[in-house]
């Protein structure tokens, strides 16, 4: 299967970073097709111009080229830290660029934007891998999970993607080493059970940016 695996994270010393490469590897001993994205590192350019805003917009190359890769995915991982309850800037413009009426999703003919999306989407699968430094009780008291909600319904969701997973890694900023290697673990422990062993390909093929 072809898995897109994107990574927001500024510091490559994070444990974001470690996440995003315990997944890859998980995925690379399945033998699946891995085309990865850190987008801090690649400087992805977040900002949406006005031109580019339509279902018919002018779409610059590097989008239209990650619109092609979203497009052409059977899953998605995304890795990313909780700032603030939301993803963090340039994830956040990564999907009003590439998640595209057209691509991710469309309006049934004669609709002009006021009803319900179908979603687009080839990917069947979902993972979304979170990092905070709040406490998982005083997190759901004081702001619910709004990252659940923004990913699972607001996204994957409304663009077609059924199956979802979602795991926040808290608290990071006080975890010891051996929490850290344990969250590793469950990290290829659940990509491996979502995204299998795959019979079909004899290798994988990790791109990176």
Same mark, same amino acid.
């Given at each position: 299967?072809?898995i897109l695996v994107i990574l927001a994270h500024p510091d490559p010393q994070s444990f974001n970073?470690?996440?995003?490469?315990?997944?890859?590897?998980?995925?690379?001993?399945?033998?699946?097709?891995?085309?990865?994205?850190?987008?801090?590192?690649?400087?992805?350019?977040?900002?949406?111009?006005?031109?580019?805003?339509?279902?018919?917009?002018?779409?610059?190359?590097?989008?239209?080229?990650?619109?092609?890769?979203?497009?052409?995915?059977?899953?998605?991982?995304?890795?990313?830290?909780?700032?603030?309850?939301?993803?963090?800037?340039?994830?956040?413009?990564?999907?009003?660029?590439?998640?595209?009426?057209?691509?991710?999703?469309?309006?049934?003919? $004669?609709?002009?934007?006021?009803?319900?999306?179908?979603?687009?989407?080839?990917?069947?699968?979902?993972?979304?891998?979170?990092?905070?430094?709040?406490?998982?009780?005083?997190?759901?008291?004081?702001?619910?999970?709004?990252?659940?909600?923004?990913? $699972?319904?607001?996204?994957?969701?409304?663009?077609?993607? $059924?199956?979802?997973?979602?795991?926040?890694?808290?608290?990071?900023?006080?975890?010891?080493?051996?929490?850290?290697?344990?969250?590793?673990?469950?990290?290829?422990?659940?990509?491996?059970?979502?995204?299998?062993?795959?019979?079909?390909?004899? $290798?994988?093929?990790?791109?990176?940016?």
């Amino acid at each position: 299967m072809n898995i897109l695996v994107i990574l927001a994270h500024p510091d490559p010393q994070s444990f974001n970073h470690a996440i995003a490469e315990a997944a890859g590897g998980a995925l690379n001993s399945a033998r699946h097709q891995v085309l990865f994205h850190d987008l801090c590192k690649e400087q992805f350019p977040p900002n949406l111009p006005a031109e580019e805003r339509s279902e018919y917009g002018i779409v610059p190359p590097l989008i239209e080229q990650h619109c092609r890769e979203l497009r052409e995915s059977d899953g998605i991982i995304v890795i990313h830290p909780n700032w603030w309850g939301q993803p963090p800037a340039i994830l956040k413009g990564w999907i009003d660029r590439v998640f595209r009426a057209g691509v991710a999703y469309k309006f049934q003919e $004669k609709d002009r934007g006021e009803g319900i999306p179908v979603g687009l989407l080839r990917a069947h699968t979902a993972l979304v891998f979170n990092t905070s430094n709040t406490p998982p009780e005083r997190e759901q008291a004081a702001f619910g999970d709004p990252l659940e909600t923004i990913w $699972k319904n607001c996204i994957f969701d409304l663009c077609g993607v $059924k199956v979802f997973h979602r795991r926040m890694f808290s608290v990071v900023v006080t975890s010891t080493l051996e929490e850290r290697k344990q969250w590793l673990k469950e990290v290829q422990v659940v990509v491996g059970r979502y995204f299998p062993e795959n019979t079909v390909s004899s $290798k994988a093929k990790v791109m990176l940016p």
